[in-house]
Every structure is written in C-alpha cells, then in structure tokens.
C-alpha cells in the first residue's frame, strides 16, 4: 500500500519550487523552472516533476502557490480585494487537476487605495500569512512586512489583515540597467561580491538625492573618471536603489519603525543596511518555512 502524501509548491516566474510531505513533514525537494521560463506548458512541466512522485506515493492533492495561478500559469485564479485575512485568501483557492491529481492553487491579493491606485501580489501572500501562523504576535495592532525581489512588496497588516499593499520594481529595474549602457567596462559584475564602498555611496546618493534618474550616471561615470570596477557600479546602482525605495517609502508617510522581511538571505541583509540608516529596526524571518506554512493553510481549507 503506498504512502499518503501531499505536494506543495511555489511557482514563482522565475523559479518552481516542490516539497514532497507526508506525515506533516516535508522529505524532499526538487526545483524546476519558473512560469517565465517554460519551453513546454505549465501543466506539462508539472506532470513531468511530479512523476516519479506521483508513481512512488499515494499523493492526495498538489498545492501551488504563486504564477501558477496567473495568466499563462497552470490555471488562472482571481484576486482576494483586501482587506484580506488568511481564512478570506485560503478559503478562495481554485481547483482543477493534473494526471488524475486534484490541484489546489492559492489566489492572489488586490488593493486600491484612497486615490484609486491599483496593486495586487501573487506568491507573496502565501509568505505573509504563513508568516502570521508561524508568529501570531505579529496579528496584534499594525505591522508592516517587507518581501524584496524582483517587485518588492510592502505590506501593511492591521489584526491579521493584509489591509495595504504597495510595489516597487526595484529588482527588475536593478537586472535591467545591470545590462545597460551605464556599465563602460563591458557589463556588469556577475561574482555576486558587494563592493561595501560602491554601495554606500549608493545609498547615500539615493537617500539624499532629490531624483533617481540624475544619480544613475554616476555609476558609468565613476568607472570612466575614477576606474572603478563594475563590481563597483553594480554595488553603487544596488544601494541607490534600494535607498531611493526606502526614502519614496518615507515621503509617502509609509516608513514604520520596524520591518519584518521574508525573502533571500542577501537580499535583505542589504535591505536591512539601508532601513537601519533611515532609523529602521528589522525583523528576518525565514523564506521557506513561511511559504510552506502559508500553503498549509490553503491545504487545511481544500
């Protein structure tokens, strides 16, 4: 007889992400391709990186969360109008199958504030409300998470409730000019080392500078009239914009005294150098573990 289990997963546009779990514990990972990336269709790819599982195991449901339930995804699924609470968004999951596998995808959130301005996030949510689970003191009163990628998500919740949203492109922006022209020595760095003084520069540039676009030409400039590396340029432009959403944030009335952030290690570290200059104390919880508490709940609802 073969062993009940369920699949979770993340799939998110650039990466998919598959725990295997029986038994409440997870016993295996595997990785795949993000919805942004595929050469074949989702539903494919799924069945594909499911088989051998699917074969071994006796597997109930598969739980997806992220672009899996986006256009172009596996399944397209809504949006839950915030203010959102965890049993709003689990209770709101859509179903449809894969192989014979019943397949339970999150949906994502949506905001529009006072003066009509539009956000939503998808896979994002699944960290937070895992995040809430994980640590409930964070339902008491108001807090603000902060979840850096590609679009960094800052998040307001007030009781449990996901109650405000707002998206900055940092990450993207970041990966974009890293292939510009404002890399004089032939591209970026790709050696993933920080250079501490290109970044601090950055930061301070972008802290203190009334605009973004009139500091980025510092990055190309400082290679051609004072030969710095593109390690050099690639901290400098990392910590301006990183320090230009942090201070958009503190315009805006938005910057609270303390974050709480989920996502990569490195990433946040970074975050954390510039928040901890505007006054900001921060919080690092881990990625992993939110995301698979967040679709435990979507698995205690299906």
Not at 235 to 259: D, F, I, K, R, T
Request: hydrophobic fraction near 40%; glycine fraction near 12%.
């Amino acid at each position: 007889m073969s062993i009940r289990a369920e699949i979770l997963g993340d799939w998110g546009t650039s990466n998919l992400r598959l725990w295997l779990r029986f038994g409440g514990a997870v016993a295996e990972r595997r990785d795949g391709r993000g919805v942004g990336a595929l050469a074949a269709n989702a539903a494919q790819q799924l069945r594909d990186l499911t088989a051998a599982w699917r074969e071994a195991y006796d597997i109930s449901v598969i739980v997806l969360c992220g672009m899996a339930g986006a256009r172009g995804g596996l399944h397209e699924t809504g949006y839950v109008e915030c203010p959102a609470s965890a049993a709003d968004w689990a209770g709101r999951a859509a179903r449809t199958e894969i192989a014979d596998t019943p397949v339970t995808i999150g949906s994502g959130l949506a905001f529009r504030d006072r003066d009509g301005r539009d956000d939503v996030m998808r896979g994002e949510e699944t960290q937070v409300f895992g995040a809430l689970r994980l640590h409930p003191e964070l339902a008491i009163g108001r807090a603000t998470m902060l979840l850096p990628g590609t679009h960094s998500k800052w998040v307001t919740l007030d009781g449990g409730r996901v109650t405000g949203l707002r998206t900055f492109i940092t990450g993207e922006l970041y990966a974009l000019l890293s292939r510009s022209s404002l890399f004089a020595t032939g591209g970026a760095d790709e050696s993933g080392h920080t250079d501490e003084e290109g970044f601090a520069q950055g930061m301070a540039e972008g802290r203190n500078a009334p605009g973004l676009t009139g500091s980025l030409f510092q990055a190309r400039a400082g290679q051609l009239r004072q030969g710095r590396s593109a390690a050099w340029a690639r901290s400098y432009l990392s910590g301006l914009l990183l320090a230009s959403e942090v201070a958009q944030m503190q315009q805006l009335g938005m910057l609270p005294n303390q974050v709480t952030m989920i996502g990569a290690h490195a990433l946040c570290e970074r975050y954390r150098t510039v928040l901890a200059s505007a006054g900001v104390a921060t919080r690092l919880l881990d990625d992993e573990a939110c995301t698979l508490a967040g679709l435990e709940l979507i698995l205690a609802h299906d």
